[in-house]
DNA sequence: ATGACTATTGTTAACGTGTGCATAACATGG
DNA sequence: CCATGTTATGCACACGTTAACAATAGTCAT
């Protein structure tokens, strides 16, 4: 079996309790005790039982990382990079556990004896009982991507509204009116916050959507290319569309192209999230950045921060958006009337 | 603080070990009893102490998801098929940790305790010291997507010498000669199988590859991006280019469609991966699939396998992969004298 | 009625670690 | 020389769970 503590007490001559203190490095011991016992640990091999030590200082030094879903919904890109950046902070001092939400069938299971803390990349209002369950427990919670007002909840989110504000109103400032939407999946709040902001920019310039200009997407590059294949079939085809995400950026420029039309030269196209492929496709993506691993990262060192102080500050912090400009986006020529 | 055994065998009026047989269903207890201790958990909100169960049981319930590196080499799309393959199969008997390779300093931690299987997605020789640290600390192993002749280890991985050497060879039937290799990053053993699938189809024509058209890419846009550069400043211009995976796949794309030349009239493209969007860009890239969340699911039954029976099988389990041809390889009008 | 057997429950120790309290050795000050 | 303080160590218990080994009561066959 594996070495203890007891094992090099043995050897050293010492009691396991002098062995505890002297690899936790209490100053109770005598440094030359110390170093003794440290040259025996290191030469046995010897690796503290986490089990046992969990048990004894309740604390389970695991760090829950939940996504909505790990099916279907959840891009590829956003997965990597928030898995990254929370995996640059914490280094070795927790174990890193990765679950979609919707894996549970109950969340009994989910306590503070399991996970010291708990991160959740949250996507939609469907969360929150799970939000709800940690926060009730007293486990430290950081809520990533979404706004959440839970009391006691550390909450770090993008202004997705404001990105796609602003993206809508370049689309308006190159000249375009007619244009189309093609949303997020229904229930994903980002899907909802990025309508908004496409709306008010489109109120703030006194223009209407038809009903028949947006379409309900996936979030995926099929349901981008079929809402695009519906939107070519109108007779007042829009000269501009902005999508939900850029997989489905790429999906309407695929339906564009097959229909013998082109990018931007017939229709513009706008994307979200500036993918690491929308500056390679052809033509580069105009999109609208979203510092995820930085969100991730910041999430992270305010929930580790909030475990050690065991101070819960409940505070929401909210990074910028950035808009990025490429070359999906063609100035449209006015034809008259315009103010 | 939390409800734990004692506490209902207090209630029911009970030792707490007949509450510790009762709720793992053990038939030494008598059926009433168990259900009148199951009804006080319930209600109690007992949850288990998995510290304590692992220390007695010496099990951790963890599952160690290692990766090569999580910061760069690895593509978004190979690494969510990966998890979420896993997750599949895992439920919820165990926990999922997710770590890098190279972000471990010393393997001194990993032991019998703290994994109870491990899952490496080695895409890199230089894994070979955690596999044989792991093996030698005789923890359950599973090698996915790179060959590994370790005693005692499970190995799940697909041919991809064969992909790479089908791929080629459509490309030879197309009519091409003059083909051009953009090359995976060095070390990663993926790189080197599919060179040398490309190769042997090459050697099987009694074709030859110039120096000048090999370029050493990193699995990246922006490598295949470059390497495309620079064969288009060759007097021979290649009239086919072979990339290893599909990302640099879509940046050669990009340099040529900035040359001014076409996809595939003036040079055809074919990539490697079928990542979800190589079937939406424009055009339609042809590629090789190859079943990444399959060999993930496969080598996660294994595991768990060898994990529950104890019985250590060694096998090499080979899955096919598979070209999918799209647009992107266009038939080479010959000049002449051709057999 | 006695011994053996079965069904059910309890007693006690164990897993590996950390910690409050006691203890011993030794120094310090008056 | 004694009271007090300081430093270094050990003892015993605790954390929550499982399991080997009693123990008890009831049943059955003889």
Do not use: W
């Not at 505890?20 to 640990?41: F, G, H, Q, V, Y």
């Not at 174990?95 to 939400?101: A, E, Y």
């Not at 926060?135 to 550390?154: E, F, H, Q, S, W």
């Amino acid at each position: 079996m594996s070495v203890t503590i007891k094992d090099i007490a043995r050897l050293a001559g010492v009691s396991h309790t002098t062995v505890s203190r002297a690899l936790n490095d209490s100053p109770l011991i005598n440094e030359k005790t110390k170093d003794r016992i440290r040259a025996i640990a290191e030469e046995m091999d010897y690796t503290p039982n986490f089990s046992a030590k969990s048990l004894v200082l309740d604390r389970s030094y695991n760090l829950g990382l939940f996504f909505t879903t790990l099916s279907k919904g959840t891009s590829a890109g956003f997965f990597y990079d928030a898995i990254r950046g929370v995996n640059s902070v914490i280094q070795d001092r927790y174990q890193l556990i990765v679950k979609g939400i919707d894996d549970y069938t109950s969340f009994h299971s989910i306590t503070r004896k399991s996970f010291d803390g708990i991160i959740v990349v949250s996507q939609s209002d469907e969360d929150q009982p799970l939000i709800d369950h940690a926060a009730d427990k007293g486990i430290p919670l950081v809520v990533l991507n979404r706004p959440v007002d839970t009391v006691g909840v550390l909450n770090v989110l993008s202004d997705e509204e404001q990105g796609a504000f602003q993206a809508t109103s370049y689309l308006i400032r190159q000249g375009h009116r007619n244009m189309a939407l093609i949303e997020g999946r229904v229930g994903f709040k980002s899907a909802q916050n990025r309508k908004e902001g496409f709306e008010r920019a489109l109120a703030h310039h006194g223009i209407t959507l038809k009903p028949s200009h947006r379409f309900p997407g996936l979030y995926d590059l099929e349901s981008g290319y079929k809402a695009m294949q519906q939107f070519l079939m109108l007779e007042d085809r829009p000269t501009a569309v902005f999508c939900c995400n850029d997989e489905m950026a790429l999906g309407a420029m695929k339906a564009i192209s097959e229909a013998g039309l082109q990018v931007p030269g017939d229709i513009s196209v706008i994307g979200f999230d500036d993918t690491v492929f929308a500056a390679y496709v052809t033509p580069a993506l105009t999109t609208v950045r979203r510092p995820i691993e930085q969100i991730s990262k910041e999430g992270a060192i305010r929930l580790l921060g909030n475990i050690e102080n065991k101070q819960y500050a409940t505070e929401q912090v909210l990074l910028k958006t950035e808009l990025i400009v490429r070359e999906s986006v063609h100035p449209l020529q006015l034809t008259g009337e315009e103010g």
